[in-house]
């Protein structure tokens, strides 16, 4: 039988997420989102449970409870766990955030074992093709629709995408046994992802992740000085190699001063850093960074179509002029719907629009323009708690096998495990 310490459990009727990355300890969008998630679904007095791979390998599964490390389990074993809760709390649904780094066999065996509401986040297009950002060869976008030969010929991820296939029509329709819903985090991702499965139309939903509130004149432009930012993470298909490209060219133009706001894992001589995460400063800190630093430009300019991209709000709430591509899905739709940027035509020139001044030129007509605003405030949306069923009481079809329980100074022990491990010791002693 297996038994469990109360502070290991949760202390309401709870939502099981999981997902690829530790949102406790990993700073990407997708973890931010989590984050928020649950401490929206906390003050509706729900817990919230979530499980992740060890160190991006599968086989061996973190379990949280309300932000609180319980320890690391194999997923029959969290199955157990989940399944000697029975008698003290509910489990009110199941939230998909990623499946990445998960092994197949314990995803369906996790699915087989719960019968519960499912709610899928397209934060990516993982569920489409292995290559969650959908370019072909690594190098440009492949459009909408499921890999297939006509479509995906010549791609280096086209075999591992076509195994997929049939094991993401397995759990979808696992899960659909009870009731299935997919959230896009914007009305782009929705087009696309019908594209490719026209069958859950009805069954996909717009949920930005944020909310605005109020309304602020954006400030003039102070002094001759043109401040670039490169936002976040210094990856390759946000556009990191793009902005090297720019500042190798601009460095020694004196009234341009290039910033990497985020956390550098590549400091360039030249380039100001101004260290951001939102786990140490705070849910708004991009937004003050930019602020702080008086940005002029935001570069935002990916290799992949962003279902939502978090820094691109951020930077239009600093006040800053965004900078993208035609390629770059959600950014150029929000910087088209809002006139907040600039969205750049194939293969322009992005030196020679600040050279020769064009873009000094945009950026001051933007800011001396009485009807450029911009949020006061923003704050997760939580709209996402109206998808939740309160009545919903999921059934947990697991056998207790292990004995889990909590010391004083709180760590977690496997006494089945210990009691194996000492029955073997005293027979090599023998």
Not at 87 to 108: P, Q, S
Not at 201 to 213: C, G, S
Request: with cysteine; aromatic share 12%; hydrophobic share 35%.
């Amino acid at each position: 039988m297996l038994t469990l310490a109360k502070k290991c459990r949760p202390n309401h009727n709870y939502i099981l997420s999981i997902a690829h990355l530790d949102y406790c300890t990993d700073v990407g969008g997708v973890e931010k989102v989590i984050g928020e998630h649950s401490v929206l679904i906390n003050k509706k007095g729900c817990s919230y449970v979530f499980l992740c791979p060890v160190n991006h390998i599968g086989g061996q599964y973190k379990l949280y409870v309300d932000q609180r490390y319980i320890g690391v389990f194999k997923i029959h074993d969290i199955c157990s766990i989940l399944k000697a809760w029975d008698d003290y709390v509910d489990l009110l649904g199941c939230h998909v955030h990623h499946i990445m780094f998960w092994k197949e066999d314990d995803l369906f065996y996790l699915f087989s074992s719960i019968n519960t509401e499912y709610l899928f986040y397209l934060h990516d297009y993982y569920f489409i093709c292995d290559n969650y950002n959908l370019l072909k060869n690594n190098d440009s976008f492949c459009g909408g629709g499921r890999p297939s030969k006509n479509k995906c010929s010549g791609c280096i991820h086209y075999d591992d995408a076509r195994k997929r296939i049939a094991f993401i029509d397995k759990i979808f329709e696992q899960c659909q046994k009870k009731k299935i819903m997919f959230i896009s985090p914007s009305l782009y991702v929705k087009k696309l992802w019908i594209d490719s499965f026209p069958q859950f139309e009805n069954r996909t939903f717009v949920i930005e992740h944020l909310k605005f509130d109020g309304e602020k004149k954006i400030k003039q432009k102070q002094g001759k000085e043109l401040r670039i930012a490169f936002l976040g993470s210094q990856y390759d298909i946000k556009g990191w190699k793009e902005f090297l490209t720019l500042f190798n060219k601009l460095h020694n133009e004196s009234n341009i001063k290039f910033f990497h706001l985020g956390i550098p894992k590549i400091p360039v001589n030249g380039i100001f850093n101004v260290p951001v995460s939102f786990h140490k400063n705070g849910q708004n800190s991009m937004v003050m960074a930019v602020e702080n630093e008086k940005i002029d430009i935001a570069f935002i300019c990916p290799k992949w179509p962003e279902t939502y991209n978090f820094t691109c709000y951020e930077a239009y709430m600093g006040g800053a002029f965004i900078l993208t591509n035609a390629h770059s899905g959600n950014v150029a739709d929000m910087v088209n719907r809002l006139h907040c940027g600039y969205v750049l035509e194939e293969n322009q020139n992005v030196e020679d629009l600040i050279v020769n001044g064009i873009m000094n030129s945009m950026l001051e007509n933007y800011r001396n323009n009485s009807c450029a605003v911009v949020p006061i405030m923003s704050t997760p949306n939580d709209e996402i708690l109206n998808y939740i069923n309160y009545n919903e009481r999921g059934e947990i079809n697991a056998n207790s096998k292990i004995c889990v329980a909590e010391s004083s100074n709180g760590i977690v022990i496997n006494f089945k495990l210990r009691i194996k491990r000492f029955l073997h010791m005293g027979s090599t002693q023998k």
